[in-house]
């Protein structure tokens, strides 16, 4: 999400079925990251599905940086 520093935003409605991490910006001036697969991207607003099944409404200019990632988690090697 990071390139030289600054906050990319590399998602749009088009990525819709693809699994991203978003970046929001929260009203209290923080940051949290959610990861999930885009349900839908309508009237400047996405639903992301979270890996435990629940929704999360993200409004689009709240976005700070997003980019896709992998469908599923890469396997961690030497642990079982």
Not at 32 to 38: C, E, K, M, Q, R
Not at 47 to 58: I, K, Y
């Amino acid at each position: 999400m990071h390139l030289s520093g600054r906050l990319v935003h590399r998602i749009g409605p088009e990525d819709v079925g693809k699994r991203v991490t978003v970046r929001i910006r929260l009203p209290e001036g923080g940051f949290t990251d959610i990861i999930g697969v885009v349900e839908s991207w309508e009237e400047g607003a996405l639903t992301l599905r979270r890996r435990d099944d629940s929704l999360a409404e993200v409004a689009e200019d709240s976005i700070a940086a997003s980019r896709i990632v992998p469908q599923t988690p890469p396997k961690r090697r030497g642990r079982p």
